[in-house]
């Protein structure tokens, strides 16, 4: 899900698909364990598919010994409380769609302009309640441009990646919060999701 530069009611579609999805596999359970824009795909008729699902669980995280060592990159969407080794659980899921919106918005990768490079640098960084910088002005480099929808799309993607789990949005209050002003063709956009619509792996 790499489509940087389509208007902002596609990327809104593809991102209510993607909590519709959450909303869905939340209500059964599961996680998604390892959400990003590169685990999160688009068919050929623009139907976004979840992949790699599970069940609540602790997340592989390097030994510590070896923090320094270890580059940040593939460790970039977990969620405070993961980085601190507690389970991956459903408001983790939130978070990672806080660095997804983010990435959108901004059209870069999470955390590399603080010069976030091993683990240990993440772990500490996301742990103190930082996060990416977020510009208040939409034309200082934020791709949606439009300042009602910049600005709701930033609140939304704050409230996801809050530091403490419970005061996270849900999938279900992502949808409402996204949708509660301005455009009210994204009411065309809240879909239902099945089994078809994830591919799983076992676990």
Same mark, same amino acid.
């Given at each position: ?69 270890t580059k940040a ?28 919106m983010w990435e959108?918005?901004?059209?870069? @990768? ?70 509660? @002003? ?17 591919? @799983?792996?076992? @676990?």
């Open positions: 899900m790499k489509n940087a530069y389509a208007p902002y009611d596609v990327l809104l579609g593809d991102m209510t698909q993607v909590l519709n999805g959450l909303e869905y596999l939340h209500s059964k359970g599961l996680v998604h364990l390892d959400l990003s824009l590169s685990t999160v795909a688009v068919d050929s008729n623009h139907v976004v598919k979840l992949t790699n699902i599970g069940k609540p669980r602790e997340a592989s995280l390097p030994h510590q010994g070896s923090f320094d060592a990159e593939g460790y970039v969407y977990l969620a405070p409380e993961v980085l601190r080794g507690q389970d991956y659980v459903t408001e983790s899921d939130m978070y990672a769609v806080g660095l997804m959108i918005c901004y059209r870069g @990768t999470a955390y590399v302009d603080e010069n976030v490079k091993t683990f240990a640098e993440l772990k500490s960084f996301v742990c103190s309640n930082r996060r990416p910088k977020t510009p208040e002005d939409p034309s200082d480099g934020g791709y949606i441009r439009e300042p009602r929808d910049y600005n709701k799309w930033t609140a939304v993607m704050a409230c996801c990646w809050a530091n403490e789990p419970e005061s996270r949005l849900t999938a279900s209050s992502w949808r409402e919060n996204i949708n509660k @002003t301005g455009d009210s063709r994204s009411g065309s956009l809240r879909l239902s999701f099945h089994d078809e619509h994830f591919q @799983t792996n076992d @676990t």
